[in-house]
């Protein structure tokens, strides 16, 4: 499994942003994938999560109503829009997968991870 998440960049607070993440998953095998981030000084934060196969997703409540996950099948591409943007969104951002279903939270209950990307919010 290999991830590659791209997209970020500079953004003015309030702009809206949209996260790529390139997923080589294997075939017949269900995973989870999810979004997360981490800023300077601070622990790597659960955004947001969805079941590769469904579409299900999980939100953080804390950017739910903001950002929204998603994923293309058919590209292999998992995203996350990014609305209403503030400066405490500057982060890196990190993709990750597993090969379990269910509702996961914590980083330790992902095995991959793509290399992140830096999104930087100025006002």
């Known amino acids: 499994v290999q991830l590659q998440a791209f997209g970020g960049g500079l953004v003015q607070t309030g702009n809206s942003l949209r996260l790529s993440c390139a997923a080589s998953?294997?075939?017949?095998?269900?995973?989870?994938l999810a979004w997360f981030r981490q800023a300077p000084g601070k622990e790597r934060e659960f955004i947001g999560s969805?079941?590769?196969?469904?579409?299900?997703?999980t939100p953080a409540e804390s950017v739910e109503g903001r950002f929204l996950i998603s994923r293309d099948r058919a590209k292999n591409t998992l995203y996350l829009q990014m609305n209403r943007l503030t400066r405490e969104d500057t982060a890196v951002y990190y993709c990750?997968?597993?090969?379990?279903?269910?509702?996961?939270?914590?980083?330790?209950?992902?095995?991959?991870w793509g290399q992140g990307t830096q999104v930087t919010v100025s006002s």
């Open positions: 998953l294997r075939t017949y095998t269900s995973y989870t």
């Open positions: 969805i079941r590769w196969n469904d579409g299900t997703t």
């Open positions: 990750a997968a597993t090969e379990r279903l269910g509702r996961f939270y914590h980083r330790s209950d992902f095995d991959y």
